[in-house]
Structure formats: C-alpha cells, structure tokens
C-alpha cells in the first residue's frame, strides 16, 4: 500500500504566476488535510477535506488559496497570483474515516522568486 | 486561543542515554495528544499518541506521559540512537479532525 504520495516534490514559480499542488491519498482514505510549515516552525493547517467536500477551511487564507477534492483524482491546492510569502513547505495528509490519525505525504516545496 | 507549544527548542543527548521532550497545551478540552518525528526534507512521521484518559502509553522505546492537571505532555526515548535525530513536534487533534502542531524541538544525537 503505497503511502500518501504528493508532486511536484518542489515547485519554483514567479511572483504572479500559479502554483497546482497535488495529492493523492492513501487507498482506501477518503480525508485529506492540508497544512504549510515554513522553516523552523511547525505545521499550520489549512483545510480539510473529504471527496467532493470542503469540511473545514478555517485556515485557509481568503484570497487567492482554494482546494479541492474532486470525485475521481488527487487533491489540489492552488495558489493564484503567488506572493514571495507563499514560499513554505505544504504537506498532505489522509485518513481514512473515523480515524484520528493522520499519515502525511512528502510534501511540496515552493519557492517563490 | 488554542495552542501547543514546547519548552525547549533544541535537545542535545549522547547516543545511548535517554531523551525527555517536553510540550505544553493551553486547551483543557483537547482528548487527543500525538508525537511526531520529522527529519529532514520529509512528513511528520507518527511516533505514538495518547488519549486524554490515559496518563502513560509505551511503544517501541518511546513512552508518552500526559499529565492534564498542569496540561503538560512529554516524550521519552529510550537508548537514544543516531537515527532519532530529527524535529519533534507534539500536537492535539481537536474536534476530530483538525490537529495543532507545537512549535517542535530539535534533536540532536551525539555519537
């Protein structure tokens, strides 16, 4: 069973520009969780999702952040008109539902020029 | 607000001995308590957890010790080992679903 799997594993864009991140969850998951960890600090959550739903997107900035979960394929995280502040690491995380635990992907690396 | 935090950022042990780290959380009601171990250029990988009905829980030369009077949590590591170097992060899982990460503690393992 694979794990949570996430690409690009790093991503540079130009201030302006759009970053697509993408998530796949583990088989058989159908909870997935955002965060953005920027160095030396610890995870941030952003948003929380199940297939086709948005549960909870208290962490999400307002403007120019979204995601999705769609029916058939992987979570996306997009950021719109990308800003040099967006430069952090975002993780994914899945469960499977009722669970508590959560098993974290890779994550994606962003670099803002 | 909620938070969870760590009272010390960075931990230096000599391989061998036994690592404490420590963490602290501000909400009264939070149930649900996990250790993380993140290395470099990775995910949090999952450690152990604990449920607020529980004071203590061991692993595999990890134990967790949740006193919720002073709402404090700590991790030991037994016989700390090369390999445990990395950031650790407490966090509490609150209505199910959303988890709080601490600021984390780094380890370092002395050879």
């Keep these: 069973n694979a794990g949570v799997m996430q690409n690009p594993r790093h991503l540079v864009r130009r201030r302006g520009q759009e970053a697509r991140l993408r998530c796949s969850p583990m088989k058989g998951h159908s909870h997935v969780y955002w965060y953005r960890q920027l160095p030396e600090e610890g995870l941030k959550f952003m948003v929380y999702l199940q297939k086709e739903n948005i549960i909870d997107e208290s962490g999400m900035p307002k403007e120019r952040f979204s995601a999705e979960f769609p029916k058939e394929g992987p979570s996306i995280l997009r950021i719109q008109q990308v800003v040099r502040g967006d430069s952090a690491a975002y993780f994914c995380a899945s469960s499977p539902p009722n669970y508590n635990e959560q098993f974290f992907g890779p994550g994606t690396r962003l670099t803002v020029l | ?111």
Excluded at chain 2, 18 to 30: E, M, P, Q, R, T
Excluded at chain 2, 39 to 63: A, C, H, L, W, Y
Excluded at chain 2, 79 to 84: C, H, K, L, N
């Design chain 2, 1 to 111: 607000g909620e938070s969870v935090g760590l009272h010390l950022p960075t931990l230096s042990v000599q391989e061998g001995d036994n690592s404490i780290i420590n963490c602290a959380y501000s909400n009264s009601a939070s149930d649900y308590f996990i250790w993380y171990k993140q290395e470099s250029g990775k995910g949090p990988q999952f450690i152990i957890d604990i449920r607020s009905n529980m004071d203590k829980r061991q692993g595999q030369r990890v134990t967790v010790l949740l006193n919720k009077t002073v709402k404090h949590l700590s991790l030991q590591i037994a016989a700390t080992q090369p390999g445990d170097s990395a950031v650790y992060f407490c966090a509490e899982n609150s209505g199910g679903f959303k988890t709080i990460f601490g600021a984390g503690t780094r380890l370092f393992v002395k050879a």
